[in-house]
């Protein structure tokens, strides 16, 4: 069973920082890339970042560029996602999921974790 287990959501202030984790289980860690995305109440979901297993290769949204950063560890099946600089726009439930290598379509995700960034 797929499974993807998010962590690390919060409140925090505008300029301040979080970190998410994806923990990922069910299937093999580096046949696939992992990413994040975010809905925010109201709003369409959108992309924040994903990572490829196979080459390491890194996306980023233009709005999180230079504030986010996505890692992985294989030896632990775990997807990070670290967040600097914080800010209100931000706020919103950040899902983890996978997706296979040339399909730009999710196939699994968890069940989200909020992040709140006040001002």
């Known amino acids: 069973e797929v499974k993807l287990v998010e962590s690390g959501g919060g409140l925090v202030q505008a300029g301040g920082s979080l970190r998410l984790s994806c923990a990922a289980s069910?299937?093999?860690?580096?046949?696939?890339?992992i990413g994040w995305f975010r809905q925010a109440p109201g709003k369409m979901r959108e992309g924040v970042s994903c990572?490829?297993?196979?080459?390491?290769?890194?996306y980023y949204r233009d709005a999180v560029k230079g504030r986010f950063t996505i890692s992985s560890d294989s030896a632990k099946n775990t997807v990070d996602l670290q967040m600097n600089s914080l800010k209100p726009e931000d706020t919103a439930v950040y899902y983890c999921?996978?997706?296979?290598?040339?399909?730009?379509?999710?196939?699994?995700w968890g069940q989200g974790t909020q992040v709140t960034v006040s001002l």
């Open positions: 990572i490829s297993q196979r080459d390491g290769s890194t």
């Open positions: 069910g299937f093999t860690f580096d046949a696939k890339a």
């Open positions: 999921y996978s997706r296979r290598f040339g399909n730009p379509q999710p196939d699994s």
